[in-house]
């Protein structure tokens, strides 16, 4: 994608942290609060029109993040600046409307994301009149259009939710997103549901909506097989800080941190004839109360030094050999040749 | 090498209300000692209901309505509870999808280790086999975590704990449902590497139930592919990854992104799995086949064997080409 595209999101230094409740005790004897740091001093630019990867395994901040960004969650610091509104960080409730007519979401489970007591009419009725998006006398004909473009039938209005298969909810639960027509739609494992047959729907059916409705998209997953088809960039993150972000490809063909390179070699080859595999982890993600000194993922890295465990790397930018902009957070670089500085 | 267990057209119903349910239905298959057979499939395709069946853990609305289940030589699908608890656990034993529900939650996990040793085992003998368990199954300070609940392990360990409740009889064979479908690909990737140790090491043979070609393409010897309760294609791993002979096995292979350019469309199969209470005339999958021909819709295509170890339930196998160049390479 064009580096020089206009810029849609720019996120700085974000921060959300989740206070741990304390017992009456703990509160008498003033132990110090204690929080999960769900996203830690992210710093992630969009570009209109591109697609953004957040990939990352499970507790690693990439909902947490995504949330953040649409203010489900509140970021305790930091700054996301969406083009032509402002920051949205610090926006008041009541201004917050006004952007999720350009920011929404798809969810990871269409069983739980819709609710089971309204029909298909009332769900959509809903948002045209709170947004107001048009006159009450179009309302029926724009809901057919759009659960026309996901690949809906138009008969379906008087139904519920518990009506339809996995997949058909899914769709509806796209077309809720973007009967808004947003500029930016951010799809938190819009597939990992789904059964494996219909997953290709889906994403068929994203890809294609993105192009038709000029859609800029943050796409969270935690397959990276998905993830390389779809994105255009990839964002890894571990324990809620951004460890690597760069173009899809290179970031496949030459990933620098070694989280990264362990992701794409964990995932299982397609391909009985390739069984072995020249690569291991140890030990799972720590809890995101108790972060490791150093480098958060030294735990578990393999070349981790005493420099890692003492010194936490900062999330540098550089040009690769491509002369693509990267971001980097790590002491010691695998495929050092490839960097400039 | 003999067969350890034979499953013969096993039909397995379940009760919905005042309807019946073919989950399973038809289904054969053999397991060679020492071999890792895969099942493959959507759910609701009758996978976990084939599995289920063989150990005789059904849900109450659940029964197996015909056909044969043998372990050994004995028929164990009409065994009596007593028997069959001889048998369950201590020459089969079964791995869970979701560790968090199959153990107990308020028993510690030192306690549910030991349940399925012998009686006449002692106390402190029955504690040395649980440590050791753990230790095989990669926990470290095993001794303390004997008296940890469920609740304060990791998804990952539990699931290790889950393994090692499953082998501390010693099974002979193992029947693993989903065993890593819960867990981040980094610790499928641990979890898998353990199973695939164990059984060697123990000598075991292995059922792995899952959704994933790729856990099935690194793990198994032999595959069947199931859909709508039946077996539609069955073969070994390496035959089946370069010539699947049914458009469903096909369409799956066809349907993930393996370096797919971007202005290249994933080719998903249309529509969607069938209901099983209304299955429709012919060919289950013949709605959403893009094979299908006027006979398709009208008969039932048998299971037939078109190759040495290769099975289809077809009737346009032959119009189907080799796979190239998907399978091959890193992701």
Partial sequence: MAQDQKMLLSVRDLTTLFPIRQTIFEKVQRKPQKYIRAVSGVSLDIRKGETVGLVGESGCGKSSLAKTLIRLNDPTSGIIDFAGIGDLANAKRKDLRKMHRKIQMVFQDPYSSLNPRMTIRSMFYEILSVYDLCDRTEYEQKTKEILHMVGMPDDILDRRPSAFSGGQRQRIGIARALIMEPELLIADEPVSALDMSIQAQIINLLMELKTKMDLTMLFISHDLRVMRYISDRVVVMYLGKIMEEGPTDEMFSEPHHPYTDILIHAAPLMNPEIRERNYTIEGETPSPIDIPSGCCFHPRCPYATEECRKKEPELRTFKDAHGNMRQLACHFPLNREKMCP | ?331
């Fill in chain 2, 1 to 331: 090498m003999e067969d350890i267990l034979k499953v013969e057209n096993l039909k397995t119903d379940f009760i919905d209300g005042n309807q019946i349910v073919h989950a399973v239905n038809d289904v054969s298959f053999a397991i060679r000692e020492g071999e890792t057979f895969g099942l493959i499939g959507e759910s609701g395709c009758g996978k976990s209901a084939t599995c289920r069946s063989i150990i005789g853990l059904l849900k109450e609305n659940g029964r197996i309505s015909g056909g044969k289940v043998i372990y050994k030589g004995k028929d164990i699908s009409k065994m009596r509870f007593r028997e069959m608890q001889k048998i369950r656990g201590h020459e089969i034993g079964m791995v869970f999808q979701e560790p968090m529900t199959t153990l107990n939650p308020v028993v510690k996990i030192g306690v549910q280790l030991t349940e399925s040793l012998p009686e006449k085992m002692s106390k402190e003998d029955k504690r040395k086999r649980a440590i050791e368990l753990l230790k095989m199954v990669g926990i470290s300070d095993a001794q303390q975590r004997l008296q940890a609940y469920p609740h304060q392990l990791s998804g990952g360990m539990r699931q290790r704990v889950m393994i090692a409740i499953a082998l501390a009889a010693g099974p002979k064979l193992l029947l693993a449902d989903e065993p890593t479908t819960a867990l981040d690909v980094t610790i499928q990737d641990q979890v898998l590497k353990l199973l695939m140790k164990l059984k060697q090491e123990l000598g075991m043979s292995m059922i792995l139930v899952t959704h994933d070609l790729g856990v099935a393409a690194q793990t198994c010897d032999h595959i069947a592919v199931m859909y709508a309760g039946q077996i539609v294609e069955e073969a070994s791993v390496h035959e089946i990854f370069k010539r699947p002979r049914n458009p469903y096995t096909y369409g799956l292979m066809c349907s993930l992104p393996v370096k797919h350019r971007k202005d290249e469309k994933l080719v998903p199969i249309d529509g969607m799995p069938p209901n099983l209470k209304a299955l429709p005339k012919g060919c289950a999958f013949a709605p959403r086949c893009r094979y299908c021909e006027k006979i398709c819709l009208e008969t039932t295509p048998e299971l037939q064997e078109i190759g040495p170890g290769h099975k289809t339930r077809c009737h346009q196998w032959e119009k189907l080409k080799d796979v190239h160049g998907m399978v091959e390479g890193a992701i």
